[in-house]
């Protein structure tokens, strides 16, 4: 009988310690270190079930450089045409993606949906569910899925020993967490078995060229649960994000080793599962055509797409001591620097005043060209002024209240022309627009955008 052997694992980086201290030497948080269990006597399950049997399983030999194919590897193609933008143009065989987000928030959903459209062979190995809870939101989502298979089991051993039977073209595990390998003795969840359990996986995508989806669970303060390591494992990591509130789901890429990690996916949550948002700027708009005093409409870009966003704003008079101020989906800190613009550059005295803003739809925008359509919608409820639903804004403001242009100022304004406004505020740029269909006006400093539009 072996003697046990234990470690202590940092849970928040997942670095190991020989002995228990109060401070994480490696991330310098404090109390995050937890004894495990580790026993590494027995082979990596993956391992021991593949041994030579499995058909696809290749190892890898010594190429020449100059013989190397160098031609795409083909992507395979999920039929969601808003996952595939966000993973770069479809699945990479041999990558490993992990899916993170809160609870709840329809991370299942999303890759059951995926798992049921996919045109191959497909796994969906569940730790959390039954079969037959699995099948009831497949009926929900109505496809008729003839390539999916599920399976209900957290042992990898058995996993593995069930991939070497089926073969299965695409892997989804539903989640991490849930995992366990014999190999390890502590629980499910642990840093150790999430390490090894991503690790054995990993090792059976590269070897067998298969895609594999993996669902983690997000922590309290937005971190995937599990070491931070985990994240620097895998290929690729999504999160799925959104409001719970909302009926709209964002799926961005954190990383992204085959694609850039700019583009978003925009999905509604419906009674029977997601529907892909193909032209997200239509329902981000809310009340087109009635003005209000408070609201302007921004050309954002998030990463190649342009999008509509609506900005609204409540500027009120404080009625306690310190005045208020709060923004959702913007930044607070970029609000309250605004304020000051506003103040020291064109004189308004806003310092007595709350202001809550929001962007709506539940989204959060980091692109700088919502400055102006933020500046509009302060203005606009601070003189009860209401803005024409005509016109929309794209431009940085700066410190010195100027107006700064911003970047692919072209695609932002056709896609304004596109939906119908009239008029698109901007900053002076040098690039001449050609024929688009509505009216482009430019200015360089606050306090002429200001006399334009309120008096
Ligand atoms: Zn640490």
Not at 57 to 84: G, H, W, Y
Request: net charge neutral; glycine share 8%; hydrophobic share 35%.
């Amino acid at each position: 009988m072996a003697k046990i052997k234990t470690t202590w694992f940092c849970q928040n980086c997942g670095a190991q310690h020989a002995r228990w201290q109060g401070q994480c030497t490696t991330c310098k948080e404090w109390n995050t270190l937890v004894e495990e269990v580790v026993q590494k006597e027995k082979k990596p399950s993956w391992d021991a079930a593949s041994g030579d049997t499995l058909s696809r399983k290749r190892t890898p030999q010594p190429q020449l450089i100059s013989e190397i194919d160098v031609t795409e590897t083909p992507r395979l193609d999920t039929t969601n045409a808003e996952f595939n933008r966000v993973l770069g143009g479809g699945l990479v065989p041999g990558s490993v993606t992990l899916l993170g987000g809160e609870p709840g928030i329809g991370k299942s959903t999303l890759l059951l949906q995926v798992c049921l459209n996919l045109p191959y062979k497909t796994l969906y190995v569940s730790g959390e569910e039954s079969a037959q809870q699995i099948k009831m939101r497949a009926d929900r989502i109505k496809q008729n899925a003839t390539n999916c298979y599920i399976l209900t089991e957290t042992k990898t051993q058995n996993i593995f020993r069930q991939i070497t039977e089926m073969e299965p073209e695409v892997l989804i595990i539903d989640s991490i967490q849930t995992l366990q390998t014999e190999i390890i003795e502590s629980t499910a969840g642990s840093v150790s078995q999430i390490r090894e359990c991503t690790s054995e996986l990993i090792k059976f995508a590269k070897e067998t060229n298969t895609p594999v989806l993996l669902i983690g669970h997000i922590t309290k303060d937005g971190n995937i649960a599990g070491p931070k390591i985990l994240e620097h494992m895998v290929d690729s990591v999504l999160q799925f994000e959104g409001d719970r509130n909302h009926t709209y789901r964002i799926l961005r890429a954190l990383k992204n080793r085959f694609g850039s990690t700019h583009e978003i996916g925009i999905y509604e949550m419906l009674g029977h599962g997601l529907r892909e948002v193909i032209n997200p700027s239509e329902i981000l708009i809310s009340q087109r055509g009635n003005s209000l005093s408070g609201t302007a409409i921004a050309a954002t870009m998030e990463g190649m797409r342009p999008l509509m966003i609506e900005v609204q704003a409540l500027v009120s008079t404080a009625v306690y001591g310190t005045p208020q101020r709060s923004a959702t989906g913007y930044n607070l800190k970029r609000l309250n620097m605004i304020l000051a613009v506003l103040e020291k550059r064109a004189g308004f005295k806003l310092g007595q005043k709350d202001v809550f803003l929001n962007i709506t739809g539940g989204i959060t925008v980091d692109d700088p060209a919502i400055d102006l359509a933020v500046v509009a919608a302060i203005l606009s409820s601070n003189f009860d002024i209401e803005l024409s639903s005509q016109h929309c804004y794209s431009a940085e403001v700066g410190l010195g209240g100027e107006i700064r242009p911003v970047s692919r100022m072209e695609q932002r304004v056709n896609e304004a022309a596109k939906l119908g406004f009239e008029k698109v505020f901007i900053a002076p740029a040098k690039q001449k627009f050609k024929e688009v269909g509505t009216d482009v006006q430019a200015f360089s400093k606050i306090e002429d955008l200001v006399k334009y539009l309120f008096s």
